[in-house]
């Protein structure tokens, strides 16, 4: 399929005024009309800042000095200014809020067009037959606080195709969806191209849940450089992804561990075409027969104790109804569930960050109602989604150690304990640094450390993974299961289904404010309704086993973690 | 009119967006009625020193418009051209004074809060009154008295609020360069 | 948010205005009120004022709260006015009237508490107007009105940024202020003044560090979309003037003139019953 290329890197390098060496090194990248690309690469590699080539960020908004050429549309982009390259290309950033800048959907999809001088009229009318498209039409008068994750990100695309471009740009369009909704992004974006027959370019390090639709082509980056750039099935019959830190689709992993050899024919980059042959699903079989059985790890006695929780927001909205749940000592636990489903408000519970209106709340048998807020952080430690939201000094020491300053510890026994808790997070070497010099995922870790150092017997994570590669995501988890190793008890609040698998023997999936299952994470991930209702994602290993014909895909998933695992350390 | 560039529309859209909540939900009581202890002010002279005056007096203009709309007592203009006028005042005087926000060190923050106190003083014991008299002609003394306790107050938390702000900005900033290389 | 500046959806003539001819009423209406001492004529707009409410179908109740504060604002204002200046009114009426004695300065005389009188329905005919229109304007005209009215379409629209944000900086300063408490921060009223202002700038910080990223990442979505291009921008919200528009504003700016025509006639800004 030689088709006309609009986008085209040669030898193109770039360098942002405030770093010492190049981000982007010789990149040599055509994308031809109507091409389905993905662009996957670790946290930092430079694939964000591919992005603001295409779509005149750099060097409009970001300066720095480029080479080599960088063409768009037969023009030069580097003349080009972002008016002339917004009509050729849209884009939805990876922050769907910031995205959002209209007080309400219709005004937020109109915005383009009012830019463009649009009469009000046709505008109208415009808007109506994009929220068509995008399924958005029933929530037109909403404001952005009154529609879901998913419906937000429907509302970025939409804004952008209004400009009826040739080019779809997408940064991380998955992170902070919960599985289902990103499933439904992917086929959304997957029609619109069919229908509008623009080139779509995805930036992403799911990289699993981007080929639930087949995509073209696959660019993979690493230091600022192209690594590859060919068919997805071809890449991952190589080891490519794993050792660039980006994980590679678990049926894929699984297939390697048991020895079968992929080849391109086999289409391994799209599940529902996988070929295999009965040689190969034997293979698979012996392999699960050969793994140990992986052990089931006992329950602890009841720490946290939740009785038909009730609230429901000063603005009428009725976030949790009726939630009952338990948390044993030393477990590490996950609490799954829909956007907007109360997770984090849950949470935010919890903590005494919001009063329920009605419902128990016991840690250890005490009732926590009759603990301040600050009382109840001494044995709970919540770590919220977005660490820029908890961090309020400027060297990572003093954050670390304000919890402890606050309750009145001598200094001299502050340092060891700080230290200590940054030894833990892997930050010590950092300890005499602002915080602002680090990236997100170090601050993430300098939350918890902030957080552990004031010993509480119980931490909560909301999300603790989102937006962070495989690299970080391992360093992330291990070290709290670490952590669980020394006895702290972890909640997790994830999107993540693998997460869940692989870290947390037990989950409780929330529902539109309601407790709706409370079992093993994979048997919540085995029965069909509560993965519909939780908009939840089965991983491909159970199709894997299903094509073998192994009936007990629970056991199979345990088994691959549990090699997975060794692999990995 | 000078053509703003979009960063700084969106930064005196978001900037008023802080000055309105703070302003409606964070303002603490202060001993004298109709007067309240406003941490916003802070902010309007820290945001007005990043964004140059122009933002700053429409931060103010805004920010306190939007806080008058949703409080029952009216618009009260003069209020609301003083806080306009406390953040061009700011900005003048951040570019006369040459504060360079990336710097603010120990001389940038005397600076500041000299500049600060003056603009406070201005704004509310000569520009706020003098409209209050000719716009609804009530008298001298009640106005100064109130144009006096807030002054004061605005000063202090200006003070407190302002050159933290400053302090912790500045941290960002100027490591940020020299650091992203390792 | 809405629901913070009280827009009340519910068909009425007011409604059915559009927001910038609303928008020109509410300023003429001000600027009548705010230069004229003529008290015949504040009497006249404070019933008017009370009239329009009614034709926006608005009950005391959907603006109870506004309402009380509104009371309570006026009566505060009123006491200080008397204790720092009680007499205000004999100044500026050039006679003295005493009704009560009282000791020291404090005596009440007719002509104070006409003064009072007339800052009373300076307060009373313009309060209920700006209510009005906060109820019966949805935000999504603010920014379209201003751009009508002559202000530039950029200015008017960091207003409908401003409108946009305003429920997420409360939303994050909530979970700021929160976490904070939960590593220590004393916020209560129980704390010392200094120590409470501290608190404050510890949500601050972090409320408006992050609020700096946020201005990166709107400014730039705003571009991609074509934001500040062209001259002018059209509003997707906007509305054609009618009639009543029309016929309102005229009518407003009318009333600025008869103010103004009024205290030229009247040789002098107050209205003066003490004359003889
Ligand atoms: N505005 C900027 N100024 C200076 N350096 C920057 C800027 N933006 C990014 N960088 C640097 O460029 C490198 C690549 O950043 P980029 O955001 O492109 O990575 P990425 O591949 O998008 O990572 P992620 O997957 O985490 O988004 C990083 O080392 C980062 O520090
Ligand atoms: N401060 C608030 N005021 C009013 N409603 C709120 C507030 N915070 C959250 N909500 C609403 O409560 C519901 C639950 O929100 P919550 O953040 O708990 O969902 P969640 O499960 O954490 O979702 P996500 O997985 O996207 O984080 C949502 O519909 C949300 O719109
Ligand atoms: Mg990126
Ligand atoms: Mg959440």
């Known amino acids: 399929m030689k088709k006309e290329p609009i986008i085209s890197f040669e030898n193109f390098g770039f360098q942002y005024t405030a770093q010492a060496e190049p981000t982007l090194y010789d990149i040599n990248l055509t994308i031809h009309k109507g091409e389905k690309v993905l662009i996957a690469g670790p946290s930092g590699c430079g694939k964000s800042t591919l992005a603001h080539c295409i779509n005149g960020l750099i060097p409009n908004s970001y300066p720095g000095k480029t080479t080599g050429r960088l063409t768009i549309g037969g023009k030069d982009a580097l003349k080009l200014d972002l008016f002339g390259l917004s009509k050729i290309v849209g884009t939805v950033l990876q922050d769907s809020d910031g995205q959002f800048i209209g007080l309400t959907v219709a005004e937020d999809i109109a915005f383009a067009l009012e830019n463009d001088c649009i009469p009000t009229k046709e505008m109208h009318e415009q808007v109506e037959k994009i929220a068509e498209l995008v399924d958005v039409k029933g929530v037109l008068g909403h404001a952005p606080h009154e529609i879901s994750g998913g419906q937000k990100q429907r509302v970025g695309l939409g804004g952008v195709m209004v400009g009826k471009v040739d080019v779809l740009l997408f940064d991380e369009p998955l992170a902070n969806l919960d599985p289902a909704t990103g499933k439904q992004a992917i086929v959304l974006i997957d029609e619109i ?24 082509r696959v660019v993979l980056m690493g230091d600022g450089r192209v690594l590859y750039d060919g068919g997805p099935d071809e890449l991952l019959c190589q080891d490519l992804l794993p050792r660039n830190g980006i994980r590679e689709p678990l049926y894929v992993t699984a297939l390697k561990y048991a020895g079968v050899t992929l080849t391109p024919d086999m289409r391994p980059s799209y599940l529902p075409e996988l070929k295999l042959s009965e040689e190969q699903k034997r293979q698979v079989h012996t392999w699960f027969s050969q793994q140990p059985q992986a052990p089931r790890p006992p329950l602890g006695d009841v720490l946290l104790n939740a009785e038909n929780i009730d609230f429901t927001y000063a603005g009428g909205h009725h976030a949790l109804k009726g939630i009952s749940a338990i948390v044993h000592k030393g477990e590490m636990l996950s609490i799954v569930g829909t956007n907007g489903a109360g997770k984090s408000t849950f949470s935010k519970v919890i903590c005494g960050f919001e009063k329920p209106q009605s419902g128990v709340l016991e840690l250890n048998g005490i009732d926590l109602s009759t603990l301040s807020i600050k009382e109840r952080a001494d044995h709970i430690g919540y770590v919220m989604q977005n660490p820029n939201q908890m961090i309020s000094k400027t060297q990572i020491f003093d954050e670390v150690a304000l919890g402890l300053r606050n309750r009145g510890v001598s200094e001299e026994e502050i340092r060891p304990r700080v230290e200590e808790a ?17 990236s997100y995922g170090q601050k993430k870790r300098v939350t918890i450390a902030s957080i552990l150092v004031l010993k509480p017997e119980m931490i909560l994570l909301d999300e603790p993974t989102a937006g962070q590669d495989l690299k970080h995501y391992t360093e992330i988890m291990d070290f709290l299961s670490e952590l669980n190793r020394q006895g702290v008890t972890v909640v997790l609040i994830t999107h993540d289904m693998h997460l869940m698998l692989e870290y947390t023997p037990r989950a409780v999936v929330f529902n539109a404010g309601q407790v709706i299952a409370d079992k093993s994470a994979a048997e919540v991930l085995n029965s069909p309704e509560i993965v519909e209702a939780a908009h939840l994602k089965e991983t491909s290993l159970y199709h894997l086993s299903a094509l073998c014909g192994i009936d007990d895909p629970e056991e199979f998933t345990r088994r691959f973690i549990a090699r997975d695992r060794e692999v990995r350390v | 009119m000078k053509k703003f560039s979009v960063k700084t529309i969106v930064a005196i859209g978001i ?33 007005s020193v990043v964004y140059g005056p122009l933002a700053g007096a429409l931060v103010g203009l805004i920010g306190h418009t939007l806080i008058d709309f949703s409080n029952g007592w009216g618009i009260w203009w003069s209020w609301i051209i003083a806080s306009g006028v406390f953040g061009l005042l700011m900005g003048l005087a951040a570019k006369v004074l040459k504060m360079n926000e990336a710097e603010i060190g120990k001389k940038g923050l005397i600076k500041f809060n000299i500049a600060q106190v003056v603009c406070h003083l201005v704004c509310w014991m000569v520009i706020a009154p003098v409209l209050d008299v000719y716009m609804m002609g009530e008298p001298w003394d009640k106005l100064i008295a109130q144009g006096l306790m807030s002054g004061i107050a605005n000063a202090v938390t200006t003070a407190i609020v302002g050159s933290l702000l400053c302090v912790a900005y500045a941290a960002t900033k100027t490591k940020a360069g020299s650091l992203t290389k390792e | 948010m809405t629901n913070l500046f009280n827009y009340i959806d519910r068909p009425s003539p007011i409604h059915r205005l559009t927001g910038a001819s609303k928008l020109v009423c509410l300023i003429a209406w001000s600027v009548a009120a ?5 008290t015949p004529l504040l009497v006249a707009l404070t019933v008017a004022a009370l009239v329009l409410f009614r034709v926006a179908k608005l009950r005391a109740k959907d603006i109870s709260f506004m309402l009380g504060i509104m009371i309570v604002y006026i009566a505060l204002n009123n006491v200080l006015i008397f204790l720092f200046s009680p007499n205000h009114g004999t100044e500026l009426y050039g006679s003295r009237t005493v009704l009560i004695p009282l000791p020291g300065r404090y005596d009440i005389t007719a002509e104070q508490l006409f003064y009072h009188l007339n800052v009373i329905l300076k ?16 935000p999504s005209e603010f920014a379209a009105s201003l751009n009508r009215i002559g202000v530039s379409y950029r200015v008017s629209y960091a207003v409908a940024l401003a409108l946009r944000y305003i429920p997420d900086v409360q939303r994050e300063y909530h979970d700021i202020s929160l976490a904070q408490q939960a590593r220590g921060t004393e916020m209560s009223k129980k704390a010392s003044l200094i120590n409470r202002l501290k608190a404050a700038s510890s949500i601050l910080i972090p409320l408006i560090l992050s609020s700096m990223d946020r201005i990166e990442t709107i400014s730039n979505a705003m571009e991609l979309r074509g934001f500040g291009k062209e001259k002018k921008r059209t509003w997707y919200s906007a509305r054609p003037f009618s009639k009543a528009d029309i016929a309102g504003m005229v009518v407003c700016l009318l009333l600025v003139v008869l103010s103004l025509l009024l205290t030229y006639l009247n040789g002098g800004r107050y209205y003066n019953p003490f004359m003889k």
């Open chain 1, 193 to 216: 191209q069919k229908r509008t027959g623009c080139a779509v370019i995805i930036i992403e390090h799911r990289v699993e849940d981007v080929l639930y639709r087949p995509v073209d």
């Open chain 1, 422 to 438: 940054l030894k833990i997070c892997g930050l010590y070497p950092f300890r005499n640094w602002p915080v602002s010099a680090l």
């Open chain 2, 15 to 47: 900037g008023a967006a802080l000055f309105f909540v703070l302003g409606r939900f964070v303002a603490i009581p202060s001993p004298v009625p109709n007067t309240s202890i406003s941490v916003q002010y802070g902010l309007l002279a820290f945001l």
């Open chain 3, 34 to 38: 705010m230069t004229s001492f003529y």
């Open chain 3, 123 to 138: 307060n009373a005919c313009t309060i209920p107007i700006v209510l009005l229109f906060i109820c019966t304007t949805n």
